[in-house]
């Protein structure tokens, strides 16, 4: 079992470009959830796709968009991007329900510059 | 603000001693999970303990559950030194939301 995988590892964007980022989930699990944790921080919720369809969303504006394929890995997209955007971005898969375990990929590390 | 909040914020250890972490929420809870995250990669899970629970288990980790007072513990018994790493507690709230939400951390330093 390959676990979350994660890709790219490593980015780096300009400001006011788009971005892709692409995870998939664990064997088994159908629920994708995406977070961004800034450094010294705790991770921040995005949102979670969940039968392809954004099932919630955190705050995040809609610079932040997000898509669930069939077989249930996800991207996530950032346009516009800001410097504050610089972070790594955390993928979680989940089986559903409310008392699944999460688990995470490696991360992606984006640095806008 | 958070709903989760980890203490202490630092925490320094002998290799063999025990580090205890600590976690407190603000609202009722379907779940907590603990995560280890080493140098700012990903999170790797340790133990869910439901809110029905109590105590679990899982090789050196114990954590406890007390939901009268909206806090968690994380003990890690005969620390060593890979155990070196931040500490995430993150919940999911019983209104029916999916996400989880996470503390700060607790940045554990354990010396050889």
């Known amino acids: 079992d390959a676990g979350v995988t994660q890709s790219p590892t490593h980015l780096i964007k300009t400001r006011g470009q788009q971005v892709t980022l692409r995870c998939s989930p664990k064997?088994?699990?159908?629920?994708v959830s995406w977070y961004q944790q800034a450094l010294g921080q705790g991770p921040q919720f995005i949102f979670q796709y969940y039968e392809e369809e954004e099932r919630q969303r955190g705050n995040f504006p809609d610079r932040f968009s997000g898509h669930q394929f069939p077989n249930y890995s996800s991207e996530l997209n950032v346009n516009a991007l800001l410097l504050g955007d610089s972070a790594l971005y955390l993928c979680?898969?989940?089986?559903?329900?409310?008392?699944?375990?999460?688990?995470f990929g490696q991360g992606t590390r984006l640095t806008v510059v | 603000s958070q709903q989760g909040e980890e203490d202490p914020q630092a925490l320094s250890i002998q290799e063999g001693e025990n580090a205890t972490m600590n976690c407190s929420y603000k609202t009722s809870i379907n779940n907590l999970q603990w995560y280890r995250q080493n140098s700012g990669r990903g999170l790797v899970h340790l133990i869910l303990i439901r809110s029905n629970e109590r105590e679990k288990h899982s090789g050196r980790l114990r954590v406890t559950l007390d939901t009268s007072k909206k806090s968690s513990s994380l003990l890690i018994t005969a620390s060593r030194a890979a155990d070196t790493a931040s500490y995430f507690c993150?919940?999911?709230?019983?209104?029916?939301?999916?996400?989880?939400?996470f503390g700060t951390g607790t940045r554990l330093k354990v010396l050889a």
């Open positions: 979680a898969s989940s089986g559903d329900g409310f008392n699944t375990e999460a688990f």
């Open positions: 993150a919940t999911v709230i019983t209104s029916g939301t999916y996400k989880y939400i």
């Open positions: 064997s088994g699990h159908d629920t």
